[in-house]
């Protein structure tokens, strides 16, 4: 169960990553005029979005509900927070990467075309809409029925049609395979690259700005790599639907990243290539035997 003083902790860096984010979207136009420090704003703005969606998932985890197996009670209560979330992180990334190609070589040249415009809108409103929704959320997941036993639960899970038992274990052995060697593979290539990152830095004629945007995604992509993982594995094991799902949506974000590092980054040393095409046979096997496994899980369900 969720402490009282954890919680408050987690709910203070809540609203502290919220607090920044509203900070950037109010006051980052003022430094247009330095697009390096701009930029920096962005990323770390897309990243407390992304660690916020990872610290609600814990909180998920952390919960009586989710270990009792009614995942998809949590996911039908806070599933508009979820999505909303995912629209605003996308819109975000989307918005930062349109005004800073416009403005990076003339900082002073006019960037607002109509469709940056209505991009800037739609991030504006989901902005605002993501912050109410997050924040009641985050409070809401301090109701300490969620976190022990209890007869609203019990009513709940008696609604919850169960699956039936077979006698025959679905789950993929090779898929979960492929998760374990590909967590311990992850954290050794995320070390390696940011060692790769400080070598370049020092004896390549590496541009800052390029550095900062390399680095800050790389670790944009280990909290997608995490979070597919743990989708994955534990979607599998527990024989569910939408725990898998989501690990099969976060592959094509992941095979992107792996793709951007093989082929798109300022410096591809050989090494760099060979790692990541490591982790686009690894995105390719998962996600090949995920959707095998999504449908004999399909199949089960529908006897």
């Given at each position: 169960?969720?402490?009282?003083s954890?919680?408050?902790?987690?709910?203070?860096?809540?609203?502290?990553?919220?607090?920044?984010?509203?900070?950037?979207?109010?006051?980052?136009?003022?430094?247009?005029a330095?697009?390096?420090?701009?930029?920096?704003?962005?990323i770390?703005?897309?990243i407390?979005?992304?660690?916020n969606?990872?610290?609600?998932?814990?909180m998920?985890?952390?919960?009586?509900?989710?270990?009792?197996?009614?995942?998809?009670?949590?996911?039908?209560?806070?599933?508009?927070?979820?999505?909303?979330?995912?629209?605003?992180?996308?819109?975000?990334?989307?918005f930062h990467?349109?005004?800073?190609?416009?403005?990076?070589?003339?900082?002073?040249?006019?960037?607002?075309?109509d469709g940056?415009?209505?991009?800037?809108?739609?991030?504006?409103?989901?902005?605002?809409?993501?912050?109410?929704?997050?924040k009641?959320?985050?409070?809401?997941?301090?109701?300490?029925?969620?976190?022990?036993?209890?007869?609203?639960?019990?009513?709940?899970?008696?609604?919850?049609?169960r699956?039936?038992?077979?006698?025959?274990?679905?789950s993929?052995?090779p898929?979960?395979?492929?998760?374990f060697?590909?967590?311990?593979?992850?954290a050794?290539?995320?070390?390696?690259e940011?060692?790769?990152?400080?070598?370049?830095?020092?004896?390549?004629?590496y541009p800052?700005?390029?550095?900062?945007?390399?680095?800050?995604?790389l670790f944009?992509?280990?909290?997608?790599?995490?979070?597919?993982?743990?989708?994955?594995?534990?979607?599998?094991?527990?024989?569910?639907?939408?725990?898998l799902?989501?690990?099969?949506?976060?592959?094509?974000?992941?095979?992107?990243?792996?793709?951007?590092?093989?082929?798109?980054?300022?410096?591809?040393?050989?090494?760099?290539a060979?790692?990541?095409?490591i982790?686009?046979f690894f995105?390719?096997s998962?996600?090949?035997?995920?959707?095998?496994?999504?449908?004999?899980?399909?199949s089960?369900d529908?006897?």
């Amino acid at each position: 169960m969720l402490q009282t003083s954890n919680y408050s902790l987690v709910l203070s860096l809540q609203f502290l990553l919220l607090s920044y984010d509203l900070f950037v979207n109010s006051f980052s136009e003022l430094l247009r005029a330095a697009p390096v420090i701009q930029l920096v704003l962005f990323i770390i703005q897309d990243i407390a979005v992304l660690f916020n969606i990872i610290i609600i998932f814990l909180m998920f985890f952390n919960t009586f509900v989710f270990q009792a197996g009614l995942v998809n009670l949590l996911f039908h209560k806070f599933k508009g927070t979820i999505i909303l979330t995912a629209v605003y992180f996308a819109l975000s990334i989307s918005f930062h990467v349109w005004v800073m190609n416009l403005r990076w070589k003339n900082s002073n040249r006019f960037v607002w075309t109509d469709g940056l415009q209505t991009l800037f809108v739609f991030q504006r409103l989901a902005a605002v809409l993501y912050c109410y929704f997050y924040k009641r959320t985050a409070v809401r997941l301090g109701d300490p029925r969620f976190y022990q036993d209890s007869l609203w639960l019990r009513k709940k899970f008696m609604q919850v049609q169960r699956p039936v038992y077979t006698g025959k274990r679905l789950s993929s052995t090779p898929l979960e395979i492929l998760f374990f060697l590909n967590g311990w593979y992850y954290a050794t290539y995320f070390l390696l690259e940011l060692f790769i990152f400080l070598y370049k830095g020092l004896l390549l004629p590496y541009p800052t700005a390029n550095l900062v945007l390399d680095v800050a995604m790389l670790f944009l992509y280990l909290g997608i790599e995490i979070i597919r993982l743990f989708f994955g594995t534990k979607g599998n094991l527990c024989q569910r639907k939408m725990p898998l799902g989501i690990s099969v949506a976060l592959t094509f974000p992941s095979t992107m990243m792996a793709s951007y590092y093989l082929l798109l980054q300022t410096y591809v040393l050989r090494l760099e290539a060979i790692m990541n095409g490591i982790l686009l046979f690894f995105c390719g096997s998962e996600l090949l035997l995920e959707v095998l496994t999504l449908t004999a899980f399909s199949s089960m369900d529908r006897m």
